[in-house]
């Protein structure tokens, strides 16, 4: 999925891809090309490091993969659709180390 949107936020990509709306009328656009929200999930995560050649070692968490990742207010695959854009990292990790949150 494409986060160079502005903002550049990766949850409107995620929304756009499950509900296939239009942001301005509302109107399902492509209903049948609708992702669910795990794969949504994994297009964001192993889709992403796949596109940038480093899928040898990013995109899932895995013994020897780099522990990039982010604690979120809410689940992704539960919260409610008009809540995905506002989701808040609490807690995010780079390489193992701990660069955001009350830890």
């Not at 990509?13 to 992702?35: I, K, P, Q, T």
């Not at 669910?36 to 297009?43: D, G, I, K, N």
């Not at 780099?66 to 604690?71: N, T, Y």
């Amino acid at each position: 999925l494409a986060t160079d949107n502005k903002p550049a936020n990766p949850w409107l990509a995620f929304n756009a891809v499950v509900e296939r709306r239009d942001m301005a009328s509302g109107v399902s656009l492509g209903a049948g090309e609708r992702l669910t929200r795990t794969q949504a999930l994994r297009a964001l995560t192993v889709g992403g490091a796949w596109l940038t050649f480093a899928e040898k070692d990013r995109g899932v968490l895995a013994p020897g993969a780099r522990a990039d990742l982010a604690v979120f207010d809410r689940d992704p695959l539960t919260a409610r659709v008009d809540e995905l854009a506002d989701l808040t990292a609490r807690m995010t990790m780079v390489g193992g180390r701990f660069v955001h949150g009350d830890v």
